[in-house]
Every structure is written in C-alpha cells, then in structure tokens.
C-alpha cells in the first residue's frame, strides 16, 4: 500500500474499470493535493467521466483503490463519500424545479448539519445558524436577487450558480466540478467564472471542463487523459508546451487553438 503525502487529500491509485472487453480506465493514478486547483482534461471518450464516477462511487473500480483524507473509500457508497467531504456537481443540472434557492440551500445545509426535517423553520424566523449561512452562500453565489424564484425560471447560468452553492452547501473538502460552465450562454459566463475562481481556498477543487479559458485561468496543475488512461501531469505551461497534448489535440476546435496560444 502506499503511503501518500500528509496534504493529500484525494487519491486514487490503478484504477481500473472494464465493461465487459472493454477497458474505459487502465490504471489511472492521481493525486489531489489539499487547496489544489486540479483540471481534468482530455479528448471524448478520453475516460474523464469514467474516473469521476469511480472516485464518487457511482461505479465500483474492478481494479485500485481510491482514498479520502487518507481513508480508504474504494467500496464507500456515494452518499457516504458526501458525508466525508467529497461532492461533486454535474453537466447537466439536478435541481429541485419548484423550490426557491433559498430553499434549496436551507434544505442542504440543514441536512448537512442533521437537521433535515426542520429545514423549513429557520426561513419562517429569518433566525439561526442556517438561515445565516443561506444568507452566506445566497450573496457569495449572486442569487440573493432571486433567492424567493422558482428554480425552473431561473437564467441558465443562476441554475449553474445555485448547483455549486449546493455543492458548498455540503461543507466539502474536496469538490469535483464537472464541466461548470457547459451550457451557460456567453453573456451569462463571467459571473459563473468569478464565483469559479472565488471558491474557498481551503476547498480543494478537481475540475473537469473542455474549455481551455477556463482551465488554464483556473488551474494551477493539470491531468491529461487519453484513451481512459493519463498522459501527463504537470503545471499549465508545462501542459501547455507539451507535443504530446497538442497532438492529441489537433483537430478539436477551441481546445487545440487555446493550448496554441499558449505554446506559442
């Protein structure tokens, strides 16, 4: 077994995931480091949803083992890995359409602190720790001017907003953005991206994303994946300035003239 470094606080180690012949990981090593600022990139079909879903449990890895806070976590359920401070956000949002973000948060914060079925009291008081930190995340995430709206009339990029403000909600140590901005319409990026860039530094962020403005504005070490196993890690200029990843990128649009840029 292997001994990782005191301010590690996600690793995982040979993973592996097969479905039936065919291998969509090969022995995927990576290491989060605690306050890190991570991307995960590569290609489609590069196995970059595969190792996520293994690292939150949504998949059990047929080989490797994963592990939080230096507790193996290789078997856990994925609402236990939440409790232990690994959350995630999704491409595609998950929200309750009917309810307000103040709500929302009310409901997830509550929870977090074991007091999901009294949710509900503190918005009714305006008083107590939770309607406190709801009125945190609510003006940290630029959704206090919509706070009482129904989700489902909520802009694209306020949905992406309260999606994270959930995620916080959860009090990670480590949280898995998965592709935070797809979708987003250009006039409602900025402000996604400066909340992107504000979260707490304490939180350690693996960030999954194919827009390369955002991950090389973002990130300070980056993991390149190809063919469901790592190509190479390293800082931004390093990935930048690597043939390998250019090569790997010809061909595919924004990401291949973004990294130019930078090579160049």
Known sequence: MTAWAADTVLAARGLVKRFGGITATDDVTLELKRGARHALIGPNGAGKTTLINLLTGVLEPSAGSIS?????????????????????TFQINQLFNAMTPLQTLAMAVAQRRGQGARWWKPLGSGRGDIARRCDELLQQFHLADVMHQRTELLAYGKRRLLEIAIALAC???VLLLDEPVAGVPAGQREELLQTVAALPAEVSVLLIEHDMDLVFSFASR????VNGAVLTEGDP???????RVRAVYLGQG?????????HG
């Open 222 to 225: 980056m993991t390149v994946m």
């Open 254 to 262: 924004d990401a291949s003239a973004a990294i130019g840029a930078r």
């Open 171 to 173: 009090e990670p140590s």
């Open 237 to 243: 200029a390093s990935i930048a300035n690597d043939p």
């Open 68 to 88: 939080l806070l230096g507790q193996d976590i290789s078997r856990m359920a994925p609402h236990q890995r939440v409790q232990r401070g690994l959350v995630r």
